[in-house]
């Protein structure tokens, strides 16, 4: 599965428990008719994979759904769901290098050679 849309919010990388279990959540703001604000985490390694991202870019990130149960002290059965990131890519085209904007590549350059009187079989 895949969200899209705009970083709202990085947290820092948080470590918990004597084995050092790492999460790292972001808030990534769909861009829709009514914009939803998803919390994903990242955990172990994956947290490192949000280092070169920043608030505001537009990304699409690889999901898993999990979901456990817990049994609380007084016995009564919880259940908890989570959205896990495992990949993350930024939508956003590069800008380019040396401030030089290349020209579209979806126009043709004039012809230098033009010639009028030069007959084409072109219906009008």
Not at 7 to 25: A, P
Not at 74 to 94: D, H
Not at 96 to 118: C, M, R
Request: hydrophobic letters at 30%; glycine letters at 8%; proline letters at 7%.
């Amino acid at each position: 599965m895949e969200v899209q849309g705009r970083i709202k919010q990085i947290d820092d990388t948080k470590t918990y428990g004597n084995n050092g279990f790492r999460k790292r959540e972001l808030v990534v703001t769909t861009e829709e008719q009514y914009p939803q604000h998803i919390l994903l985490e990242f955990v172990q390694d994956k947290c490192d994979l949000l280092n070169n991202f920043s608030v505001g870019q537009q990304v699409k990130v690889g999901v898993n759904l999990r979901g456990r149960e817990w049994v609380n002290p007084q016995g009564e059965t919880k259940y908890f769901n989570s959205i896990q990131g495992w990949r993350i890519e930024n939508l956003q085209p590069a800008a380019p290098q040396g401030g030089n904007t290349p020209p579209p590549t979806d126009h043709f350059e004039p012809a230098q050679d033009f010639n009028e009187e030069d007959h084409d079989d072109l219906p009008f």
